[in-house]
Antibody, heavy 120, light 106 residues
Framework: EVQVVESGGGLVKPGGSLRLSCVVS????????MNWVRQAPGRGLEWVSS????????YYADSVKGRFTVSRDNAKNSLYLQMKSLRAEDTAVFYCARLPLSSGHGMDVWGQGTTVTVSS | SYDLTQPLSVSVSPGQTASISCSGENLGDKYVSWYQQRPGQSPVLVISQDTRRPSGIPERLSGSNSGNTATLTIRGTQAMDEADYYC?????????FGGGTKLTVL
């Protein structure tokens, strides 16, 4: 069974840091690009970051550039999001999503999400 | 930055056809995907690459994309289709989501 499981969310003070993890199973992780997508309470989906299968191509939304760092460990079937200088507006559910290599394909597998709350 | 515009809400009667639009400059030149998100659940890919349905998605759902508008069409709408729907495209190497449309089945 294909699975994507996020963890690492929690309550953090403004200016603090947090590291999210995403562990996958049931498919060849090293063959897929991966994305982080977040959703603030009551709001829509916002793309955060993407990383290709070999960590060669990495992209960020302007809203997190310079504060968030995405990485992956193909040997551990794991994706990470290191977040620093967190702000109240970063409060959201963070989803890890798989992206097939086919051009223009949508994100076809999503995790259940992990909640990040930034508050003093 | 590239913007995708969706109507905030669409209402449809059971059994009727619902159409949800997604507008962006020259959107027809890009691939569009659609996601369904039921309350309290994670998004689910329902249309990929403009028109392709992933395995398990009913044939009632279809997509099109031309000019400046992509459209998700749901025929024979059922109560289970009530959800938020998001379009998504690529702007170069970055991902763009529309603001989302709440589909209400009255």
């Amino acid at each position: 069974e294909v699975q994507v499981v996020e963890s690492g969310g929690g309550l953090v003070k403004p200016g603090g840091s947090l590291r999210l993890s995403c562990v996958v199973s049931g498919f060849n992780f090293s063959s897929y690009s991966m994305n982080w997508v977040r959703q603030a309470p009551g709001r829509g989906l916002e793309w955060v970051s993407s990383i290709d299968s070999s960590s060669t191509y990495i992209y960020y939304a302007d809203s997190v550039k310079g504060r968030f760092t995405v990485s992956r460990d193909n040997a551990k079937n794991s994706l990470y999001l290191q977040m620093k200088s967190l702000r109240a507006e970063d409060t959201a559910v963070f989803y890890c999503a798989r992206l097939p290599l086919s051009s223009g394909h949508g994100m076809d597998v999503w995790g259940q999400g992990t909640t990040v709350t930034v508050s003093s | 930055s590239y913007d995708l515009t969706q109507p905030l809400s669409v209402s449809v009667s059971p059994g009727q056809t619902a159409s949800i639009s997604c507008s962006g400059e020259n959107l027809g030149d890009k691939y569009v995907s659609w996601y369904q998100q039921r309350p309290g659940q994670s998004p689910v890919l329902v249309i990929s690459q403009d028109t392709r349905r992933p395995s398990g998605i009913p044939e009632r759902l279809s997509g099109s994309n031309s000019g400046n508008t992509a459209t998700l069409t749901i025929r024979g709408t059922q109560a289970m289709d009530e959800a938020d729907y998001y379009c998504q495209a690529w702007d170069g190497s970055t991902v763009v989501f529309g603001g989302g449309t709440k589909l209400t089945v009255l």
